[in-house]
């Protein structure tokens, strides 16, 4: 058995909770929060769980393998580096941190002691995002032009964090995982209308070293729902919509024909068959979560570990950086991520 804490049990915590308890070959020894009320309504649930307000009570306990942080944002980086420093395991919520290094320094801190430390890249667990990977990784869309993201939607607006790192670390993780190289620019702009300072829709934009470019909306402030991610490849073209209930991807065998040796003569573009693959319905968050077990059980480092985290919190702050400079492009530093 895998033992295994939640720290932080407001509204995501439970989620995470609820799905490390099923885990057949996981036990869910604690649950942690500094409210004593939002502990007793989980009590019931997890009779043979422990529950306190205190995180040193939890990581004291010789038995316990590993902790979950799911506090709030600005928390993260200093409850996981306690995390790492008791020798336990670590799971952050996304993002990783607020700042680069912190993240870069956890990331790194669980390498040297030989610990796992995992961030909640939830899409980047959803069958159909694994589908979108396939796709791209066999060759079937050909060679990927560009990609873009839409995450909008009118709400929930929140006061201390704006649409980019509250919406944003979604949309990277997957740019990121799909593309599978290292970003080299970003731009972003962002318009505050709603409160000041708090940007309410973000468009942003990552750059990658094949040329491959990643586009991204972000808005609370947009009457659709929107999750969809696109990718326009030069054979076949693939959406991801999640709001989606039974058709989660599309693959649209649409694309230009090849030109052969003729001069000056217009592109043509073939539109063929659209192919809607099975997608398995799981709940993505237990896939997290098994992921983090096996990664703890194998030693090999899980799909969304450290760097991975780190790097969206890098491309999270070169974007806010060009926000602040009026969408001027931030070139990332390599060097950092070596
Ligand atoms: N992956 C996803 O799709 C997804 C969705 C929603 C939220 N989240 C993430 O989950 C995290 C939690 O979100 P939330 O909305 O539940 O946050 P929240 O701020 O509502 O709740 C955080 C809880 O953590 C507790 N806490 C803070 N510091 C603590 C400490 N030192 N010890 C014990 N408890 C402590 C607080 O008392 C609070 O109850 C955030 O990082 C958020 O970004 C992820």
């Given at each position: 058995m895998t033992t295994v804490a939640v720290v932080g049990m407001n509204y995501w915590g439970p989620n995470l909770a609820r799905n490390f308890a099923r885990l057949e070959d996981c036990e869910l020894r604690w649950c942690c929060d500094l409210d004593e009320g939002l502990l007793?309504?989980?009590?019931?649930?997890?009779?043979?769980?422990?529950?306190t307000t205190d995180l040193d009570e939890v990581l004291a306990d010789d038995d316990l393998d590993a902790v979950v942080v799911a506090t709030s944002v600005p928390t993260h980086a200093p409850l996981a580096t306690r995390v790492l420093d008791a020798g336990k395991h670590v799971f952050v919520e996304k993002p990783l941190a607020t700042d680069p290094a912190d993240a870069r320094r956890i990331a790194a801190a669980g390498k040297d002691a030989g610990l796992v430390v995992m961030v909640d890249h939830l899409l980047v667990f959803h069958p159909g995002v694994t589908t979108l990977k396939e796709l791209i990784d066999t060759g079937e869309l050909g060679d990927v032009?560009?990609?873009?993201g839409n995450r909008l939607n009118l709400g929930v607006v929140r006061p201390d964090e704006n649409a980019l790192w509250s919406l944003g670390p979604h949309d990277i993780s997957v740019m990121l995982y799909l593309v599978g190289e290292q970003p080299v620019e970003v731009v972003a702009t962002g318009e505050c209308y709603l409160q000041p300072e708090v940007e309410d829709v973000v468009f942003g934009q990552v750059k990658f070293p094949s040329g491959v470019i990643g586009h991204l909306h972000l808005s609370w402030l947009d009457p659709h729902k929107m999750r969809r991610m696109t990718v326009i490849g030069s054979d076949k073209m693939a959406v991801f919509d999640d709001m989606e209930t039974e058709r989660k991807v599309t693959v649209y065998d649409k694309g230009p024909i090849p030109r052969t040796e003729t001069y000056g003569e217009y592109i043509q573009v073939r539109s063929g068959d659209i192919r809607i693959p099975k997608i398995q319905a799981v709940e993505p968050l237990r896939l997290v979560c098994q992921e983090f077990v096996s990664a703890i059980r194998s030693g090999e480092p899980p799909v969304a570990d450290g760097d991975a985290g780190a790097t969206v919190v890098e491309v999270l702050e070169a974007m806010s950086e060009s926000m602040r400079s009026a969408g001027a492009p931030i070139r990332l530093d390599a060097g950092a991520r070596a």
């Open positions: 007793d309504r989980h009590r019931g649930a997890y009779p043979s769980t422990r529950f032009f560009y990609l873009y």
